[in-house]
């Protein structure tokens, strides 16, 4: 039962967001449906912009809000997945560097198959870099973490370790 908690409180949120980025790949979340939620918003708070934009310019916004989600989720996703491989281990795996950018960006390719399914997306080899790029920056925000953690558990052992030298003990 331990072990399934565990599973569960490590794995369950990156197969959460894993569900979450794979009912974004519908129509649902395709330009089509969120271009006008964009404008709608670009309408409400900036009212003064949006007279002088053509629709090709927030078109363009929506395409640059899209892109960053796109490096937004990815980024969220692989967070999660070191911390799924990491599951609370104070030990370092070389799997635990490799294993989640690999299976993100093997993630980011089985997303974009599964948007060529729908009438209104599509697939691009072009998002799967836009995802990786997401991917990248997630493993040097954890790498980086990782490499402090180390970092300042080797400094506490270390002053754990100072002995105090006496007069005595330079006989």
Not at 23 to 41: C, E
Not at 127 to 136: P, Q, Y
Request: charge should be positive; hydrophobic fraction near 45%.
């Amino acid at each position: 039962m331990q072990q399934l908690r565990r599973f569960a409180y490590y794995v369950g949120p990156l197969l959460l967001w894993m569900g979450v980025i794979f009912s974004l790949s519908t129509n649902s979340a395709s330009a089509q449906a969120t271009n006008p939620v964009v404008h709608k918003i670009l309408t409400n708070l900036f009212p003064w912009i949006v007279a002088y934009l053509s629709e090709s310019q927030t078109n363009l916004i929506d395409f640059c809000l899209r892109k960053g989600a796109h490096i937004i989720e990815y980024t969220i996703l692989t967070l999660l997945a070191f911390r799924a491989f990491r599951a609370g281990s104070l030990n370092f795996r070389s799997y635990m560097a490799y294993g989640p950018p690999l299976l993100c960006i093997l993630y980011a390719g089985s997303d974009e198959y599964h948007q060529s399914f729908y009438s209104q997306r599509g697939a691009a080899i072009g998002d799967v870099f836009i995802d990786s790029f997401g991917v990248l920056l997630a493993s040097f925000i954890a790498l980086w973490a990782w490499c402090r953690r180390l970092e300042l558990s080797r400094s506490k052992i270390a002053a754990q370790q100072v002995t105090v030298v006496t007069p005595d003990n330079n006989r």
